[in-house]
């Protein structure tokens, strides 16, 4: 975000910073390096929902959402929008063959492994 902020100087932007080729690197490095800790979703989801709970921003006690806490179900459509690229590159011959170059096989079997976890048979 420096870098970028840096480049542009009086441009800088969120948007901007989300759509640099850096940034954009950078997140799915970490999204590949983080992927296996996902191979059992069920109990990576179980010690995840305890700690995001407890660091919830407290609000005022008459705000509707005041008992609001993030659900499993929830926790997996979050999970499913941060791989979602990932897997439209797994999808595509020439993406998945620059992944695969790039990460190796191991990774995309557990890309894959994951996506077939999250998303349901499309038939």
Request: proline share 4%; no cysteine; aromatic share 8%.
């Amino acid at each position: 975000m420096q870098r970028v902020r840096d480049d542009l100087a009086d441009d800088f932007s969120w948007d901007t910073v989300y759509a640099d080729k850096r940034t954009i690197n950078m997140v799915r490095n970490l999204l590949v390096s983080i992927a296996p800790y996902f191979g059992n979703l069920n109990k990576r989801i179980e010690w995840m929902l305890p700690i995001i709970n407890s660091h919830l921003t407290p609000v005022d006690e008459n705000n509707p959402v005041v008992e609001w806490q993030m659900t499993g179900a929830m926790l997996m459509r979050v999970i499913f929008t941060m791989y979602g690229n990932l897997w439209a590159m797994l999808d595509d011959d020439m993406e998945r063959l620059h992944l695969t170059k790039t990460y190796g096989a191991d990774i995309i079997d557990v890309l894959s492994s994951l996506k077939s976890t999250l998303v349901p048979d499309e038939e």
